[in-house]
């Protein structure tokens, strides 16, 4: 009885790793990790702005969403809660964005509310990865 429990548990870890395997190397999981990559660097572009605290952040994997092709585009979506004004904000992000030779096709920042002190704005910066036939999200 103890043998067959052991045989069983080896059984399902091999599967489970078979399966993370199967993920890791398929373009889904390739384009889950460039796209996690790119929000580290786009956050550290922002929180090199100085008064910035990001609240919440995140990116999305989808088909084309500024052109046509067969691409995928990768989406890091913030809140930040700062001093600056909207518009020096996305002025000083471009900027850093160049100098760190982040490319972007997309960047949008868009106030939230917040007290007269601190502004509540919302953050995307997109770009464009080689698509593939076998990551559904993508055309």
Request: proline share 2%; glycine share 12%; aromatic share 6%.
């Amino acid at each position: 009885m103890r043998k067959r429990a052991v045989i069983v548990i080896v059984a399902v870890l091999c599967v489970a790793a078979g399966l993370y395997t199967l993920y890791y190397v398929s373009p889904i999981g390739q384009h889950n990790r460039q796209a996690a990559h790119y929000e580290h660097q786009v956050r550290g572009s922002v929180m090199s702005l100085g008064d910035v605290q990001v609240t919440s952040g995140g990116h999305r994997v989808s088909g084309n969403l500024w052109g046509e092709g067969g691409e995928c585009s990768v989406l890091a979506t913030f809140e930040v809660n700062t001093t600056l004004a909207a518009r020096d904000f996305e002025d000083h992000l471009k900027s850093v964005l160049r100098q760190r030779s982040i490319d972007y096709v997309y960047e949008q920042v868009k106030p939230l509310g917040g007290r007269s002190d601190r502004l509540v704005l919302r953050v995307e910066v997109g770009t464009l990865t080689a698509g593939g036939s076998l990551d559904p999200r993508c055309g």
